[in-house]
């Protein structure tokens, strides 16, 4: 039986004693014996962890909705799902946060170990390890602003890499027979350059590409604007101008994709940004900075006369447009957030991801390690297959093939010699038998007349009979007269 922790004494402890009667028996035996009714027994309400867990996790989400942390990032990891993971401390204490990747992408810095920020958001819990975190909204960081910040990191990352280096600076062509221009086709700077190079170099051609310079995405339109631009025949130069306003206006040119198109546009880039004290990331990359975009003109053209005018801001009116739908859509989502179905379903989605990606991460490690046992496994089978190899038991074979055959070609040389030796001996001695060496040494032998009896005793001859003699060379034909 379960009990809570507020509860007096346990029911076992109570009923385990010796001698001693619970209280619910006692009460019910005053009862039959007509004393007054017992008090009600206490009503437990057994909680399971998850619903445990999600009151908790309601009561925070209600009360901490909208908190501001300051502290030091430590541990910060983004994970595959898009979200950033890191712990917020102090020198006493510290808390896990995470922020979505749809609040992420809004940073202009890249959030770092030891950074000190101001975190904007609400404390929830992650149900799975029972831990509270501060589910973030806003980062900024402290003492520096978010995009002053994010300009330095870029700059200095930029600059280890060797993009800053006036190594690589191109000298401007003398002439340029056609200008590249990378800028808004509506702004003040188009004008300004076309007006200046109409009234120094009328003859100059003209190449524009037109983009957006400010604003989200304006980075890419304009990466890609460089490339394009670039790329036409006979432009012997680009120039990247917009007119001046704000960091904020002109953000679009402190971004990473901006600076390594300009690092890798195969003719000299002028850069004429803003009014002659604003400094961007292009402004570094490039390899000529001008300090308007009318002066960028003089000097593609190689004029010394000082340009001094300034040029009109733009695009204001897109830039208002693009804030008012910004902040609808922050409204509405606002709205959204505040409905109570919706409460929490973020969190519980990141949660879930979170958990996915734990699940993926040891299941990775898992399959690294089974396939490295297996070609452990594997090595260890080759090494043992190498042993019963059938080449190098063949190469055995065949070693003892070429000694065994050295050894029978010299048995079979000596057997052919002792019976050449024999051979020898014997037709010698057949020889001083011979019949032949006989009839060499002034003999004959006769023969019957069919030559197939030797004739030894000349009474076996009748007169007229046939006779055959061979001599040691030849042989007679001759008939008898007399025995």
Avoid at 81 to 96: E, N, P, R, V, W
Avoid at 147 to 154: D, G, I, S, T
Avoid at 258 to 269: D, K, L, M, T
Avoid at 400 to 420: H, P
Wanted: with cysteine; charged share 25%.
């Amino acid at each position: 039986m379960s009990t809570l922790p507020f509860d007096d004494e346990p029911a076992s402890a109570a009923e385990g004693r010796s001698g001693e009667t619970s209280p619910k028996l006692a009460h019910q035996g005053r009862a039959s014996e007509g004393g007054p009714a017992p008090a009600p027994a206490f009503q437990r309400q057994v909680l399971t962890v998850s619903e445990l867990s999600a009151s908790i996790r309601g009561l925070l989400e209600s009360e901490f909705t909208n908190v501001w942390v300051e502290g030091e990032i430590s541990n910060a990891r983004v994970w595959n799902s898009g979200h950033l993971y890191f712990t917020l401390k102090d020198s006493a204490s510290q808390i896990k946060g995470m922020m979505f990747r749809s609040a992420l992408r809004y940073l202009k810095f890249k959030p770092e170990d030891g950074l000190r920020v101001v975190a904007r958001g609400k404390i929830t819990v992650y149900d799975p390890k029972g831990e509270y975190q501060l589910l973030c909204e806003h980062l900024e960081p402290q003492g520096f602003g978010p995009l002053q910040l994010a300009f330095e990191q870029l700059k200095k990352k930029l600059q280890a890499e060797g993009l800053f280096d006036a190594a690589r600076k191109r000298p401007l062509p003398a002439l340029p027979r056609r200008i590249g221009l990378v800028t808004s086709i509506d702004g003040a700077a188009l004008r300004d350059i076309v007006r200046v190079l109409r009234r120094r170099y009328p003859n100059a051609h003209l190449v524009i590409a037109a983009t957006r310079v400010q604003g989200e995405g304006a980075a890419g339109e304009i990466a890609r604007a460089l490339a394009l631009v670039a790329r036409v025949e006979h432009v012997d130069v680009v120039i990247v101008a917009r007119g001046g306003g704000s960091l904020e206006d002109l953000w679009a040119f402190n971004e990473e994709a901006v600076a390594r198109a300009i690092a890798a546009s195969p003719v000299p880039v002028i850069a004429g940004v803003g009014h002659e004290t604003d400094v961007t990331i292009a402004d570094f990359v490039a390899d000529l900075r001008a300090a308007t975009p009318s002066a960028a003109a003089e000097l593609v053209v190689r004029r010394k006369d000082e340009f001094f005018a300034h040029i009109d801001r733009l695009g204001d009116r897109l830039e208002n447009a693009v804030h008012n739908r910004l902040r609808r859509l922050e409204s509405r989502l606002h709205a959204l957030e505040a409905r109570p179905g919706y409460s929490g379903l973020p969190g519980r989605l990141a949660f879930g991801g979170r958990h996915v990606a734990e699940l993926t991460s040891d299941l990775r490690a898992a399959m690294r390690g089974a396939v490295a046992q297996r070609a452990r496994r594997l090595e260890t089978t080759r090494r043992r297959l190498d042993q019963f190899d059938p080449r190098h038991r063949l190469a055995a074979i065949r070693t003892r093939l070429v000694s065994r055959d050295a050894q029978l070609t010299a048995a079979v040389k000596l057997k052919v010699g002792n019976a050449q030796t024999r051979f020898r001996a014997s037709a010698l001695r057949l020889d001083s038998l011979s019949p032949l060496a006989v009839l060499g040494r002034g003999y004959s032998v006769c023969w019957d007349a069919t030559r197939t009896k030797i004739i030894r005793d000349a009474s076996t001859i009748k007169p007229g009979e046939a006779i055959r003699v061979t001599l040691e060379k030849g042989e007679l034909g001759a008939t008898v007269d007399k025995s």
